[in-house]
């Protein structure tokens, strides 16, 4: 079965960097792409971007300049960092296995964390 | 504003069959498949359709998905209390080249 876990800070100041990590248990990083979403509280899911495990990467352009993505296969592991924090990116953050890169659905999800910004 | 267009709420009572609609463009559903997603409260969102229709192993088939040129709809009969819970429909958007979700419809079983 497999498993992911985001792990982070739980506080970012405005104006810092947003770094967090998702460790896959259970299955191995390499075939599958990897998806970050986010949830602001009270409001629906926002697609943040993927990477594969040959560190292709596709984010929305919604935020992009502000955020990259990488990965370590070595430790199964792929991280989000999102850059010049606000208010407005408070947000539950879901990492998540891209079943098909084809289709895009998502197939197992971490539990989520929740990342505060705030002074 | 989401892409996708969802009712924001919606419900029955037991035993009823409730259906949410998911509206898009030519460049998300019109084009490409819709993937459902069921959300209690404070968890994680699960798969609950791909593909348009297709159900993942596990996920009982009182719920079924179908889609119509640039709409969407998932279909839960025989409701349960247990289904009470939010509903998100996402599809690829070959504009804005990335994923798109609708805002969710929250689902309350009278």
């Known amino acids: 079965q497999v498993q992911l876990q985001e792990s982070g800070p739980g506080l970012v100041k405005p104006s810092e960097t947003l770094s967090l990590t998702c460790t896959v248990s259970?299955?191995?990083?390499?075939?599958?792409?990897w998806t970050w979403f986010r949830q602001p509280p009270g409001k629906g899911l926002e697609w943040i971007g993927y990477?594969?495990?040959?560190?292709?990467?596709n984010y929305n352009t919604s935020l992009r300049g502000r955020v990259t993505m990488s990965v370590d296969t070595s430790k199964n592991q792929f991280s989000l960092k999102l850059t010049s924090v606000t208010a407005a990116d408070t947000a539950v953050y879901y990492c998540?296995?891209?079943?098909?890169?084809?289709?895009?659905?998502?197939?197992?999800w971490g539990q989520g964390t929740l990342v505060p910004v705030s002074s | 504003q989401s892409v996708l267009t969802q009712p924001p709420s919606a419900s029955g009572t037991p035993g009823q069959r409730v259906t949410i609609s998911c509206s898009g463009s030519?460049?998300?559903?019109?084009?490409?498949?819709v993937s459902w997603y069921q959300q209690v409260p404070g968890t994680a969102p699960k798969l609950l359709i791909y593909?348009?229709?297709l159900r993942p192993s596990g996920v009982p088939d009182r719920f079924s998905g179908s889609k119509s040129g640039t709409s969407a709809s998932l279909a839960i009969s025989g409701l349960q209390p247990e289904d009470e819970a939010d509903y998100h429909c996402?599809?690829?958007?070959?504009?804005?080249?990335?994923?798109?979700f609708g805002g969710g419809t929250q689902l309350t079983v009278l």
């Open positions: 998540a296995r891209v079943a098909s890169s084809t289709t895009f659905h998502f197939d197992y």
């Open positions: 030519n460049s998300n559903i019109g084009g490409k498949t």
């Open positions: 259970g299955g191995s990083i390499s075939t599958y792409y």
């Open positions: 996402a599809a690829w958007d070959d504009s804005l080249k990335g994923v798109v």
């Open positions: 593909s348009n229709s």
């Open positions: 990477i594969n495990f040959r560190g292709t990467t």
